[in-house]
C-alpha cells in the first residue's frame, strides 16, 4: 500500500505560507525577494537532498477469516441439497446469535458429485439360479416349430443345433429359474423341467435327456450404490476473536468439516490508524537524518516531496493459493481418522509486523552573511 503524505507538510510548515510563496514564483520572477519571504535574508537554497528511513509498527490482529464445508450425501440429488440447506441454515441462524450476519459470509465453492460405493451382498439380497441343459432329437422342420412354440410360452428362446453340424439332428435348450436360495432355485427349475417334458411327449418329442446342470450365484458379490453427495464452502470473516472456539463446536455438532485455513489479520481502519500515529515520528526521523547527510555550513529546507510506503506483513497462516485449494477439494478428500480432521490450528499470533518506509526529498539551504 502506497500512500502519499500532502498533508505530512503541514507539520513542518505552514500550507497556506506555502502556497502563498509558490505563487509568488509562478508571477514574479525576482528570485531573492521570494527566498527571503520563506527563509529569511540569512537562508538561500542551493540544491535538493533525498532520504528515506524504516520503521516497523506491531499490531494485535483483531480479524480473523476461515472456512467451513459441509458435504451432504443422499440416494438422489434433490434429497442430498435439501439436507445441504437445511443443516447450513441451521449453522447460520447460529451465527446470527452471535451477531454474525450475512455480509461476514461468502460462498466460496458449491457443487455436486457422485460417488459409488461397493458393498458385499448380504445373504438375504443374493440371488442363485439353476439351469437345466437338455438335448432333444428333431427329425423334421414341423417338429422343430412345435418346439419352440412350446418353449416360448417359458420365455425359452435358446435353441441351439449341436455341435453347429446341419446333419445332426440334436438341438440343445436350456431351462432356468431364479430364487434367493440355491435349493429353492433346483426345486423351481425342475418343476419346470417336469411341466415342459410332460408337454413335450403330448406332441411327441419324447426323445430328449439332461446333459449338463447348474446352480450359480447370479447376483454380482458386490453391489453398486450410488449416493449423490452436495457440498458447500463458506468463509466466515469476522473481528470477534473470542467466537472461534464456540463458531467451531457448533459446526462439528453440525457435521460440519472446519478447514484448517485459519487466517489472522489486521484490519485496514487499524492499520491507517497505526500508520497516521506514527508519522510524525518518522518525519522526525527522515529531516534529522537528512540533517546528519549535510555539512554544518547547510541546513535542511521544505519538503518537495514525501512518500510513505508500508510493506506487507507476516500473516502467519496458509498462503492464500493454499487456503483456495485446500477449501475448493475439502469436500471430496476423504480423511481416514475423523479424530485428525477435527484436529483445527486456532492459534492466534500475539502481534503482526508492518514495516514501514518513509522517503523526501528536501532543499538544502546554506547561511550566507549579510552586510
Same mark, same amino acid.
Given at each position: 500500500?502506497?500512500?502519499?503524505?500532502?498533508?505530512?507538510?503541514?507539520?513542518?510548515?505552514?500550507?497556506?505560507?506555502?502556497?502563498?510563496?509558490?505563487?509568488?514564483?509562478?508571477?514574479?520572477?525576482?528570485?531573492?525577494?521570494?527566498?527571503?519571504?520563506?527563509?529569511?535574508?540569512?537562508?538561500?537554497?542551493?540544491?535538493?537532498?533525498?532520504?528515506?528511513?524504516?520503521?516497523?509498527?506491531?499490531?494485535?490482529?483483531?480479524?480473523?477469516?476461515?472456512?467451513? =464445508?459441509?458435504?451432504?450425501?443422499?440416494?438422489?440429488?434433490?434429497?442430498?441439497?435439501?439436507?445441504?440447506?437445511?443443516?447450513?441454515?441451521?449453522?447460520?441462524?447460529?451465527?446470527? =446469535?452471535?451477531?454474525?450476519?450475512?455480509?461476514?459470509?461468502?460462498?466460496?465453492?458449491?457443487?455436486?458429485?457422485?460417488?459409488?460405493?461397493?458393498?458385499?451382498?448380504?445373504?438375504?439380497?443374493?440371488?442363485?439360479?439353476?439351469?437345466?441343459?437338455?438335448?432333444?432329437?428333431?427329425?423334421?422342420?414341423?417338429?422343430?416349430?412345435?418346439?419352440?412354440?412350446?418353449?416360448?410360452?417359458?420365455?425359452?428362446?435358446?435353441?441351439?443345433?449341436?455341435?453347429?453340424?446341419?446333419?445332426?439332428?440334436?438341438?440343445?435348450?436350456?431351462?432356468?429359474?431364479?430364487?434367493? =436360495?440355491?435349493?429353492?432355485?433346483?426345486?423351481?427349475?425342475?418343476?419346470?423341467?417336469?411341466?415342459? =417334458?410332460?408337454?413335450?411327449?403330448?406332441?411327441?418329442?419324447?426323445?430328449?435327456? $439332461?446333459?449338463?446342470?447348474?446352480?450359480?450365484?447370479?447376483?454380482?458379490?458386490?453391489?453398486?450404490?450410488?449416493?449423490?453427495?452436495?457440498?458447500?464452502?463458506?468463509?466466515?470473516?469476522?473481528?470477534?476473536?473470542?467466537?472461534?472456539?464456540?463458531?467451531?463446536?457448533?459446526?462439528?455438532?453440525?457435521?460440519?468439516?472446519?478447514?484448517?485455513? $485459519?487466517?489472522?489479520?489486521?484490519?485496514?481502519?487499524?492499520?491507517?490508524?497505526?500508520?497516521?500515529?506514527?508519522?510524525?515520528?518518522?518525519?522526525?526521523?527522515?529531516?534529522?537524518?537528512?540533517?546528519?547527510?549535510?555539512?554544518?555550513?547547510?541546513?535542511?529546507?521544505?519538503?518537495?516531496?514525501?512518500?510513505?510506503?508500508?510493506?506487507?506483513?507476516?500473516?502467519?497462516?496458509?498462503?492464500?493459493?493454499?487456503?483456495?485449494?485446500?477449501?475448493?477439494?475439502?469436500?471430496?478428500?476423504?480423511?481416514?481418522?475423523?479424530?485428525?480432521?477435527?484436529?483445527?490450528?486456532?492459534?492466534?499470533?500475539?502481534?503482526?509486523?508492518?514495516?514501514?518506509?518513509?522517503?523526501?526529498?528536501?532543499?538544502?539551504?546554506?547561511?550566507?552573511?549579510?552586510?
Amino acid at each position: 500500500m502506497k500512500k502519499t503524505l500532502i498533508f505530512i507538510i503541514l507539520l513542518n510548515i505552514g500550507t497556506s505560507f506555502t502556497c502563498y510563496s509558490a505563487n509568488i514564483r509562478n508571477i514574479n520572477n525576482n528570485e531573492p525577494k521570494v527566498e527571503q519571504l520563506i527563509y529569511g535574508k540569512n537562508l538561500i537554497p542551493v540544491g535538493e537532498i533525498e532520504a528515506s528511513v524504516t520503521d516497523s509498527i506491531k499490531l494485535k490482529p483483531n480479524t480473523v477469516q476461515f472456512s467451513v =464445508t459441509l458435504d451432504t450425501e443422499a440416494s438422489t440429488l434433490d434429497e442430498a441439497s435439501n439436507i445441504n440447506a437445511k443443516t447450513m441454515k441451521e449453522f447460520k441462524d447460529y451465527l446470527a =446469535t452471535l451477531n454474525i450476519r450475512d455480509n461476514n459470509l461468502t460462498t466460496t465453492d458449491y457443487g455436486s458429485y457422485i460417488q459409488n460405493n461397493y458393498e458385499e451382498v448380504s445373504e438375504e439380497d443374493a440371488l442363485y439360479k439353476a439351469t437345466l441343459t437338455l438335448s432333444i432329437n428333431i427329425n423334421d422342420n414341423e417338429k422343430f416349430l412345435e418346439l419352440n412354440k412350446l418353449l416360448d410360452k417359458y420365455n425359452i428362446n435358446n435353441v441351439q443345433r449341436l455341435n453347429n453340424n446341419e446333419k445332426n439332428n440334436s438341438f440343445l435348450f436350456s431351462i432356468f429359474e431364479n430364487a434367493i =436360495t440355491a435349493n429353492k432355485a433346483k426345486d423351481m427349475v425342475y418343476q419346470k423341467y417336469t411341466t415342459i =417334458t410332460n408337454e413335450l411327449k403330448n406332441i411327441q418329442l419324447d426323445n430328449f435327456s $439332461i446333459i449338463e446342470s447348474d446352480t450359480e450365484l447370479a447376483s454380482p458379490k458386490k453391489i453398486d450404490k450410488k449416493q449423490h453427495h452436495v457440498y458447500n464452502s463458506v468463509q466466515i470473516k469476522i473481528n470477534k476473536l473470542d467466537a472461534v472456539e464456540k463458531i467451531i463446536a457448533k459446526a462439528q455438532e453440525l457435521k460440519i468439516k472446519v478447514n484448517n485455513d $485459519i487466517f489472522y489479520s489486521v484490519s485496514p481502519d487499524a492499520i491507517e490508524r497505526a500508520i497516521n500515529d506514527r508519522e510524525r515520528l518518522l518525519l522526525n526521523k527522515l529531516i534529522s537524518k537528512a540533517e546528519r547527510l549535510l555539512t554544518k555550513e547547510y541546513m535542511v529546507g521544505d519538503p518537495k516531496y514525501l512518500d510513505m510506503k508500508n510493506a506487507d506483513y507476516e500473516q502467519q497462516a496458509p498462503k492464500r493459493w493454499e487456503r483456495s485449494y485446500q477449501a475448493k477439494n475439502m469436500a471430496m478428500l476423504s480423511v481416514a481418522n475423523d479424530d485428525e480432521a477435527n484436529k483445527i490450528n486456532i492459534y492466534a499470533p500475539p502481534e503482526l509486523e508492518i514495516q514501514l518506509t518513509l522517503s523526501g526529498k528536501f532543499e538544502t539551504l546554506k547561511k550566507i552573511k549579510t552586510e
